[in-house]
Structures are given as C-alpha cells and as structure tokens.
T-cell receptor
Framework: DAGVTQSPTHLIKTRGQQVTLRCSPK?????VSWYQQALGQGPQFIFQ???????QRGNFPDRFSGHQFPNYSSELNVNALLLGDSALYLC?????????????FGDGTRLSIL | LAKTTQPISMDSYEGQEVNITCSHN???????ITWYQQFPSQGPRFIIQ???TKVTNEVASLFIPADRKSSTLSLPRVSLSDTAVYYC?????????????FGKGTTLSVSS
C-alpha cells in the first residue's frame, strides 16, 4: 500500500523563477493538503484540495496556487520565488468524508532559493 | 482551533519512559487530540489520537484527563531511534480534512 509520494525530493531555483511540486496521495485518500516547513519550525498550512477545488487556505499570498486532478493527485505552484520561500514543502492526504482519520504526510520536497 | 503549549525540549536515556505533556485550555467539544512524530528531513508521522480517557497502541499511550485541558503522550522504554520532534495538535477531526495547526513541537533527545 503506497503512502504519500512527492516529487522531486530536492530542487534548487533562483529568485523570480516559478516552481511546480507534485504529490500523489495515499491509496484511497481523496483530500490533499499542502504545508510549508521552514527550518526549526512546525509545518504551516498552505491550502487544501478536495473534489478538485481549493477548500481551505492558510495565510499565504496568491503566489502560491494549486491544483487537484481527477485521480486525486495534486500540484503546488509558486510564482516569483523569494529567498524566504526556501523550505520543506509537505503534502498530506486524508479521506475527506471519514471522521477521525489522521492525515498522512509524504517526506516532502526540499526547495532552496538562491 | 485550540492552541497548544508543550515543552520545547526534553532529554532522556535509553530504556526510560518519557512523558510529554501538552496544554490545550481552550479545547472545544468536538476537538480530538493528535500527536505526530517527525524525524529530520521527513514528513510528520501519525502516532496516536484520542478524545478522552486513555488510548494505547503499539507505539505509545495517550492520557487525557476528564477536563481535557491537557494530555500526556507516554513513550515506554525509549530508544535512540525515538529522538525526534513530537507535535501535539488539537482540532475537530470530524470535519473533512481539518487543516492541522502545528506549533514548534517538543524536541526529544535520547542518549545511551
């Protein structure tokens, strides 16, 4: 039973560029959430997708956008990259309609901005 | 979502029992308490979740007093591999895909 998979594992970009990160949820899960984790901090919620729509959003600018595909996989896009966007980006999946089901995390994409 | 407070760090030795307490004074009726473990360069891993009293699984126990304003994660006989950051989260898990609110967590260091 495959867990949450993310790609790529590492990425280096320069300021002003754009990046796309990808996530495949755990088998059977239909909800995907994205988190940003800066060094030494806990993960911060970016947004969540369910039924191909953004359902919740954290305190992140519009430079952060996403998409969910019919197979429940998801992408996170970040435009006009800033140095402060350097972080570990985590994807978590869950079963949207089930109660008390914990979110399962992938191991993230380490994004470095030069 | 209720805010949580937990110690920044704890130290222990192999074979000891470790108890990490989390305060959540404003916990709501529908809120569950969930603990995650995170190793460096990995995503958080679900450890245990509970609503009231005591929950036990193969990894840990979670003790929740009657007023639910705090909870204690108990790790029996820790080993070096239990060195990690532990996060306590509180939220309404009955809502579809609740957005998890993480604090800074508790960094547990286990020594031999």
């Amino acid at each position: 039973d495959a867990g949450v998979t993310q790609s790529p594992t590492h990425l280096i970009k320069t300021r002003g560029q754009q990046v796309t990160l990808r996530c495949s949820p755990k088998s059977g899960h239909d909800t995907v959430s994205w988190y940003q984790q800066a060094l030494g901090q806990g993960p911060q919620f970016i947004f969540q997708y369910y039924e191909e729509e953004e359902r919740q959003r954290g305190n992140f600018p519009d430079r952060f956008s996403g998409h969910q595909f019919p197979n429940y996989s998801s992408e996170l896009n970040v435009n006009a990259l800033l140095l402060g966007d350097s972080a570990l980006y985590l994807c978590a999946s869950s079963l949207g309609r089930a109660s008390n089901q914990p979110q399962h995390f992938g191991d993230g994409t380490r994004l470095s901005i030069l | 979502l209720a805010k949580t407070t937990q110690p920044i760090s704890m130290d222990s030795y192999e074979g000891q029992e470790v108890n990490i307490t989390c305060s959540h004074n404003n916990i709501a009726t529908n809120d569950y308490i969930t603990w995650y473990q995170q190793f460096p360069s990995q995503g958080p891993r679900f450890i245990i979740q509970g609503y009231k009293t005591k929950v036990t699984n193969e990894v840990a126990s979670l003790f929740i007093p009657a007023d639910r304003k705090s909870s204690t994660l108990s790790l029996p006989r820790v080993s070096l591999s239990d060195t990690a950051v532990y996060y306590c989260l509180v939220g309404d898990m009955d809502q579809a895909g609740t957005a998890l609110i993480f604090g800074k967590g508790t960094t547990l260091s286990v020594s031999s």
